[in-house]
């Protein structure tokens, strides 16, 4: 019995995520520079702010290992087709993205689908593999302004330095 239950169960789950997403499976290769990872095709563009999109978009997005708190660093509503994604933001280091392809030619269909990606130093644009583009997300980017350890590191031996140098300056002053 419990293994009936087991079985329909497996199979449950396997027809709701079959039904979640399209046929076609997103690749890595489907943004320059290469994504580390991805996430989707997921059936229809689920980069809108409805509850159920808002759950897909943290559900595709854990799968990148990435916890996201609801807010986007940047949205882009107008693509229109473009293979170029412009964000305003300079993106940084471990990047998360979302892109929607509309049913335009050489597409994946109506389908979203969310990367990860290693931006380096910095990044202005990214390049799509389909023209069929209709809207993006960043929600994610290193570019903030909280430093890095090794940032924080060389800023107070800085100012210890600096420290130091006025202390010996005192010193003499008093001395001469």
């Known amino acids: 019995m419990f293994k009936n239950i087991m079985i329909s169960a497996v199979a449950a789950s396997s027809l709701f995520a ?3 997403q399209a046929a076609t499976l997103c690749s890595i290769n489907d943004i320059s520079p290469t994504a580390q990872a991805c996430a989707g095709f997921y059936d229809g ?16 997005l854990a799968l990148l290992g990435f916890t996201w708190d609801g ?7 107008t693509l229109n087709g473009s293979h170029i994604v412009d964000f305003d933001t300079l993106l940084k280091g471990v990047s998360y993205v979302g892109f929607h392809f509309g049913n335009g030619q050489g597409g994946p269909g109506n389908a979203t689908a969310f ?3 290693d931006a380096g130093a910095g990044l202005d644009q990214i390049n799509l593999a389909y023209n069929a583009s209709s809207n993006a997300v960043l ?3 290193n570019g903030g302004g909280i430093p890095e350890p090794a940032t924080w590191a060389m800023m107070i031996t800085g100012f210890g330095l600096a ?4 202390r010996r300056r005192r010193a003499a002053d008093v001395v001469a």
């Open 115 to 117: 990367y990860r990606l």
């Open 163 to 166: 420290g130091v140098a006025l």
């Open 139 to 141: 929600y994610f980017t």
């Open 18 to 20: 079959a039904s979640a």
């Open 45 to 60: 563009n689920l980069l809108s702010g409805s509850p159920a999109d808002i759950l897909a978009q943290k559900n595709a």
């Open 71 to 77: 807010l986007n660093v940047e949205k882009i509503d």
